[in-house]
């Protein structure tokens, strides 16, 4: 075991992955035990070699451990791999066992794609001691739930959070979906200001800005994203030639360019705002012993 330790310890400080591998099946072949097994598929897991490290995992939860580690990153793993239903058993039982923001943003991520929408809204709040897009992901499942009071409540939370604040489009996404135009028009126009000159973006704006039926700046937003989309046309040969570009990344940018202003142009044709979906499989160091991370779970294994 203090072999063990000592490879947590130098993974987290230097990141030495093979050698701690090594160290890992060397202790598996002197004894088979659930930190080393666990440890070495959290390791896997980093270099995303899911199924390996799957296997190792499903080795850990057949010692039935008694922290909520080893069930964890086995819920987290059959994520990875598209075993969703093997996934939801695990991490359900590793909610059980201790709250985990991390557990509780995969289970939401399960339970939103179930269309069990409250249930998913409630996860994703608890997430967001750790995850920074929680709320904005329970404010989408409040509304996909026509819950449209609670996803209200949280949407403030969200404008309130200056230390975490998502992003003035984000927001105005939310506002947009709300039906609240005005609101909604004034956040985009703070980020079309800032930092978002995406055509997607864009065009939800002037989409926006269609529903309050605001001529004037609709040609000023949709006149400013041409010429400036129309200038990058123009200089694409240029900056092609700077950064080494293919003829095929040349077609792709020239594309891509060509889509944006054309998206533009008919934004006033879309239906309303649709989130894009941005969810994603959380994680975080499993290891145990780690002495970034750990918080005593390896201990309570050893004690066992």
Partial sequence: ?????????????????????????????????????????????????????????????????????????????????????????????????????????????????QRRFSEAASYFIHSYETEDYGLQ????????????????????????????????????ELYARLGQYAEAAKWYREGYDSYAHNGEWIEDYVWVLHQLEDKEQINAVRTAFIEEMNAELANLSEEAQAYEWTAEEIQQEECRLKASIERVKAAHLQLGIVSESRLYIASRCFTFFCPMHDQGFGEQEVDV
């Fill in 1 to 113: 075991m203090k072999k063990i330790r000592e490879a947590a310890k130098r993974l987290a400080i230097d990141g030495q992955h093979e050698q701690v591998q090594s160290i890992l099946l060397a202790s598996l072949s002197q004894e088979k035990t659930i930190i080393a097994y666990h440890n070495l598929a959290d390791l896997l897991k980093e270099d995303e070699r899911f199924n390996e490290a799957l296997y190792y995992a499903r080795k850990a939860v057949a010692m039935q451990p008694q922290t909520y580690y080893p069930y964890a990153l086995l819920g987290e793993l059959y994520m990875q791999t598209g075993q969703i239903e093997e996934a939801q058993q695990w991490l359900e039982y590793a909610y059980t066992l201790y709250e985990s923001p991390v557990v509780a943003h995969n289970l939401a991520y399960i339970y939103k794609r």
């Fill in 137 to 172: 992901y329970a404010v989408e499942c409040f509304i996909l739930a026509d819950d449209l009071a609670d996803a209200q409540q949280w949407v403030e939370v969200i404008r309130r959070d200056k230390e975490r604040f998502i992003g003035a489009v984000e927001l105005a």
